[in-house]
């Protein structure tokens, strides 16, 4: 038998939180708390809108369709502003983007959602649970689920590396909520997160490129820094 | 040494003689059982009962009481030799054996010798020999002198006595046979009817140094002399000739110090006679150092010679006459340099009452720095005192501390000690003053014996370059004896911390080098030590920061040239009486430089069956396991490489067979942290399961990133099997 590769991940999330941080709670207030000082100056769209996220602790999720937050270089020098006047500075100057606050999430998405993305983020799964653990590895339990709704017949096997020291969260258990519904509502506990969903291919070749990374997963870590590090070719496969 | 016999020495026995052991652990040793055994001369041995001893803490025996206890009648008299049992790491108590006689006025003191050198056998080939050099002297005519001749092993030993006159002269010669575990006492009585003055006395044996231990004395029971003859092991032929400086510390001249409470018109003279015991003349120069008020003054002396194994008396009351101050009366001190072998001076200083009654031996120590010296005993019971001399060879002005310990307590006393000076003082009076330190500490006035140590005012490790010297004097029993050790504190162990290490290649990894003194205490010298590599290519060193350059293993080496070997010596043991005798310390650590090459499960931390009701949920419909494992990357030779910070991530594949029809894998990434661990979440989830007695395979790929590096390492694939009852990798 001939071995068969296949596809990492289907959805990818990016995850921002700080160790040391104070843990979020009612994120929906984080929105409106003035940021002592925000600069970004010919920065990619997306890495400003994660350092966003990272520095006020406000969940964010961002649906790419194409490569415009990527190529997009904003700027912007904001003292005493809250995260959303500084999220509507960012997005005005990527064209087709637009945010809102949905689910608690601080969400950039494209103005006209193409079909593949919506239909992705709305599969419904009957039942989500996972333990404690890291972010990567709730997210990957979640993807086990989407490929059993994609692929009933066809099993699953993960294995998610993960540090030891590495902060984690909270057990999670939910029924009949949609993709979107799970990765906002684990995002938005402490110590909180953000996920991405990159450009799809068509919804036709989705099981055809599962062995290529076309969606793929940034984590940034711990540390501030690691923001810089999100790569705007999202095609690796299944590679680190 | 583990099982440590401390040593043995020479106790006499005779119906007019009290003959004591006495011994003192080191102020830092807890209780240790010491075993004391006494051998008669014919080698038969007596067991004693096991003494128990406090850290600082003094015991003594009375031999004459432990003979009769023994059976042993007690008007016999007996020769022998004492030994005794303990088990410690390192050489811890300083044991005297002390014969006294108090009718005529006598006292010999011989420290044991320790146990490394006792445990030397008798060569079994025979062909080994060893050669003691000795010095003795007649302060009078009277004067005779002995050696005794204690064989500790189980085979007897022939020994020849060889006694010379100053110009080296043989004046008789004795071939003795001791028997295993026996002592042999030999009068020395060509001394009597040479017209020398001085003289020399060899011994040689069969087998190796100290296989035979030999003591040496002079006396002369009419006048109430007594005094110690030294013996030393003479310089092999091929050490090199360097500069070498003693001093004599502490030597009377003139009238006696009141506050001594000698007997009116007591007056002491200094004494010095030497002895070259190595094959070269010796240029000798003396120079005598002495205070006046608190200012210290000095003056060379006559240069001398002295051809090889002749023995010279200096006549040094008329050398200070003559080039000294005049009519001097008071303490002074001798140094004595010379340039040729080391040790091969041997030496005899101290001062002389006019009748040859007080005794006071000084033995010339070597001047070099040091760290903490410690005095084995002090006594002020019976009538005794303690005389303390301090001398600063410098020419820098030190404070020092002497701290006295006593059981239950200690008192620090600060000495400050101008350029060349001397200080001394009897230990009573800081008894009898009952003046507290600057701790608040006083002497209880019960107290009546301890030890002590001088030290620099920031502690025992503090170089400092003093000579001390202490004598314990009875007047009542015309008594005056050095029954005490000195001991330099330095290092007893060295180690370079980790070892073996390990390193990844481009990595590092921070080594430590400690040394241990003799008190215990730790110091770290990582950063004052010159470090080594055994192999650049592989890795290198500075301060302990240990970088991998390549695989390979490799050794570091760390040294420290200033710290002083911890040195104990007693005196009666050892003429040159350099403290310390050596200086630096080093250690090793050996280590690997690392390659990540695969990686082990070192434990599982969850491992149960899973399925659309549990948590994690598998899909609905689907069963499986989900196992959690903590992780280690290992190197080249399986060993686990311990660095945090190396950021790991992973792809799957799955292979065959693939029973459970599995379709993807999900992988995520971590960074090693508390020692090199990582996390791993294997979890699989079928519609097959769990019903299904097929598996799964998939190869896991963890490719490695070593911190400050760019380098990728792919380590050997992990197999996971997967089934519905549970998931392994690599077997495990």
Known sequence: MAMKKVAPVILSIVLLFGSARPQLGGFGSGYDKPLAGFESHREPAIQAILRLGLESKVPIGIIETDEQLCKAKVDVAAQGQTPLQIIAALIAQVSGYSWSVKDGVLSVQPANMPDGPVRLLSIAIPRFAAPEGTLD??????????RGVLEPGEGTAVSVM???KAQTFPPIDMSNATVEQILDRIVSRAPGGAWVLFPLPKQSEWRDKLDVRFIAAFS????????????????????? | MAAGEEGRGPPQSAPEQKANIVWNPHKYCTRAPVTPILYLSNGQMYQLADVKLEPSGTAVISVNDALAAQGIAPYATLTGHVEVRYTWPWDALCVSVRDVDPVHSLIFTYNLQPAASVTAAPSASGLQSSMLEGLWWKQEPNVTGFVSLSNPSTQPISATVQVTDD?????????????ANGTKLLDLQEMQSSLSNAGGVRVTYAGAENSLLVYGGLEDPVTGFSASLPLHFPPATSVKQVSSSYVAVGMMAGEADPMMLFPAGTRFTPYAVVRNISAQVLSVLPTLYWMEGSVS???ALPRFTVPPYRAQNLNLDSLISSAGPANFNGSANVTFEYFGQPKSLLMATGSVDQKNTYVFEVHPQGIVESVAKTLSYWSTADGDDTMVTLWNPADEAQDLVFTLFFSGGRYNLPVHLGPKATRMFNISDSILNQVPDAEGNIIPASVREGSAEITGPKGENEHILVSMDAGIYNVQKATCGQQYCITCQGAVDSWVAADPFAVAVGGQTQLTFTVQYHSGTQYDLTGTSNWSSSNTSIGTVSAGLVAGVSPGSLQMSASNDFTPDYFHACYGLNTDFYCPQEQGVSGGSGGTV???TDSRIVATTNSYF???????ACPSGQAGWYRTVTKIVTDQTGADIRLDGQSLSEIGTITVPNDL???SIATGSAVTQGGGYFGDIYTVCSPLCPSSPGETDAIQQIVDVLPNSSTKYYLNGVTIKAKCTGVTANGK
């Open chain 1, 137 to 146: 590895s709730q997210r990957a339990i979640l993807w086990m689920q989407i």
């Open chain 1, 162 to 164: 993960r540090s030891l």
């Open chain 1, 220 to 240: 940034y870590g711990e540390e501030a820094s690691k923001v810089r590090d999100v790569s705007c070719q999202p095609y690796g496969g299944n590679s680190p």
């Open chain 2, 167 to 179: 110009q080296a002269n043989v004046l008789g010669e004795h071939t003795i046979q001791v028997s």
């Open chain 2, 297 to 299: 003054h000095s003056v």
């Open chain 2, 594 to 596: 690392q390659v990540p």
């Open chain 2, 610 to 616: 899973i399925s659309s009701t549990t948590s994690p």
């Open chain 2, 661 to 663: 029809n599995i379709s």
